[in-house]
């Protein structure tokens, strides 16, 4: 088998966004797209002779013929072994557990989230670092700037491997591992969570249905839920991974979710109810015919962790991305811990987890995880809150109502507005930036704006500085609106308007967040101009 050097042409349009480069499958198909990028990986990262790498991904259409092309690359690019998940297959959180556990030089996790699948949908790839987190900004950028000058990649001439088999084999001078890609991380979550306590609450009747939505976690969740803690087979449904997730939209959110929530809404309804997305990091946690909000999951998480046997001790402090509400604030401020406010994207999220200064982490993008990684976890949300019910033996609708009553309740909601022309999307972003000198001391109905700014983040353990990380409204009370563009989306521009009030009077707790948040949304509209600038009456999603 000879190494081959094939010449290329650089394409100028290879940035990583918020996480990793995300595109049409049909742009990846465009030959020596995928090998210049992962050429460029390879060219920035440098691994040393021999290095380990782990490659998988969400199983979407595409991921086993990038695969093929991703071990060929690596053992021509001087690898000396790959560890790559069954079937291709490895959930992220999954991918950044193997990582950490075998020490590997990092790993390549093929995945666009929760963006649709198929021949249409969407592909993504991104590297993943010894720490088993994504790469920082200064990696992917390095990686950016390379895949605009690269003139040539290697790869290996060789027939494809099967992976549908646990095998060892060897591809040039590099070996291959096909690897189960469930157990390392069952495993870990055994360690973390009281597995007995659920399986006692589970027995005692408790009913719960996780919706895999076709995508990657349906083999992890039948692995844990069922074999391991005993519930019944059908708790898991839409379990089969598809490589077009079934048409569906695999983003566990009210919306896309829709045949869970009909489930947990419905007459006979579970006790308890989730979901995770295309690659198994997000999760949605509803209770019955209650939906907990992220941004409260996480500062629910943070009030209870000691609950869990790997959080016994305690947790060294609490990170979120700045557009989350602060409902973990709250409960930081009472633990008397630190509490950290990051761009948005979970890469943020590993220096202050590798420098002990965080163990849980959260997004209001329905994602929470923690240091046992470097990813957001959606399977892993989904044990912790089984953990805290079995533990307190509420329901989660009153042990969510509990801690309003404690800290107050943070009224939070999203409204995104998806595939905006590019044009009229950074319209917005510029009338509010140049809205700044005269807002301050504006006073809207009930609300009054006490500072706005361009949100930037020097990160505390690098020094690195991130600038433009999303417009903030702060008004006097607390409240906040936000705006920022989406870095995942693949066609036009995605703008998102975050909204946050605060309520303290436990009598106004069971109103409903977009009631609660009416005065605010209108607010929003209105100094942003965004119906105007952009012909949108409604947004494509509210979560
Ligand atoms: C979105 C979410 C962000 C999350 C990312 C990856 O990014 O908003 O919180 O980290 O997906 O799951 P965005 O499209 O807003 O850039
Ligand atoms: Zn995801």
Redesign the pocket.
């Known amino acids: 088998m000879s190494i081959r050097t094939i010449p290329t042409q650089a394409f100028s349009d290879q940035k990583p966004?918020?996480?990793g480069l995300r595109k049409k499958v049909t742009v990846f198909q465009k030959p020596h797209y995928l090998e210049n990028f992962v050429q460029s990986i390879f060219d920035t990262i440098a691994a040393p002779q021999g290095a380990t790498l782990v490659v998988g991904g969400d199983g979407r259409y595409y991921n086993r013929s990038a695969i093929q092309t991703i071990l060929k690359m690596a053992a021509a690019n001087g690898f000396g072994r790959v560890l790559v998940g069954r079937g291709g297959i490895l959930s992220t959180p999954a991918a950044s557990c193997v990582i950490r556990k075998y020490e590997t030089y990092g790993g390549i996790i093929l995945s666009a989230?929760?963006n649709p699948g198929g021949p249409d949908g969407d592909f993504g790839i991104k590297y993943n670092g010894e720490n088993g987190g994504p790469a920082t900004e200064t990696v992917t950028e390095a990686i950016y700037a390379r895949s605009k000058e690269i003139s040539a990649y290697k790869i290996l001439a060789a027939a494809d491997v099967s992976l549908d088999e646990l095998a060892e084999f060897s591809l040039g001078s590099m070996r291959v591992e096909v690897i189960d890609p469930v157990a390392d991380y069952a495993e870990l979550m055994e360690s973390l969570f009281d597995f007995p306590a659920i399986r006692a609450l589970l027995a005692g009747g408790f009913r719960l249905k996780f919706d895999a939505m076709h995508a990657v976690t349906g083999p992890y969740a039948r692995d844990i839920l069922v074999d391991r803690l005993g519930a019944p087979a059908d708790s898991v449904m839409n379990a089969v991974p598809l490589e077009d997730f079934g048409n569906g939209h695999p983003d566990p959110n009210l919306t896309y979710a829709h045949d869970l929530v009909e489930i947990v809404y419905g007459a006979d309804a579970p006790d308890f109810g989730a979901a995770s997305d295309g690659d198994g990091?997000?999760n949605m946690i509803l209770g019955q015919r209650f939906f907990v909000t992220p941004s409260d999951s996480l500062a629910l998480l943070a009030a209870n962790a000691t609950l869990a046997p790997g959080y016994k001790g305690g947790i060294a402090g609490i990170a979120r991305?700045m557009p989350t509400s602060a409902a973990a604030d709250r409960v930081a401020a009472a633990l008397g811990l630190p509490c950290f406010e990051t761009p948005?994207?979970?890469k943020f999220f590993g220096n202050l987890m590798d420098a002990g200064k965080v163990t849980l982490c959260g997004?209001?993008?329905f994602?929470t995880g923690s240091n046992h990684v470097r990813e957001k976890d959606g399977l892993w949300a989904v044990l912790f809150w089984l953990n805290i019910v079995a533990a307190r033996k509420q329901s989660v609708e009153s042990i969510v109502r509990e801690h309003w009553a404690k800290y107050g309740r943070n009224f939070y909601s999203r409204y995104d507005y998806e595939a905006l022309p590019t044009e009229a999307a950074n319209g917005v972003m510029t009338h509010l930036r140049d809205s700044f000198a005269t807002l301050p001391g504006q006073v809207f109905g009930n609300y009054t704006v006490a500072t706005c700014d361009d949100f930037s983040y020097t990160d505390p353990v690098d020094g690195s500085v991130s600038t433009k990380q999303g417009i903030r409204i702060l008004f006097a009370d607390g409240s906040r609106i936000i705006y920022?563009l989406?870095?995942?989306?693949t066609e036009g521009a995605?703008l998102?308007v975050y909204l946050e009030a605060y309520e303290a009077d436990v009598a106004r707790h069971g109103l409903d967040a977009q009631e609660a948040l009416k005065e605010l949304i209108a607010i929003a509209l209105q100094l942003s101009e965004l119906k105007g600038r952009t012909g949108r009456e409604q947004p494509t999603v509210i979560t």
Do not use: L
């Open positions: 966004g918020t996480s989230s929760h990091d997000r991305s948005t994207g979970w997004e209001e993008s994602g920022r989406s870095g995942t989306g995605t998102r």
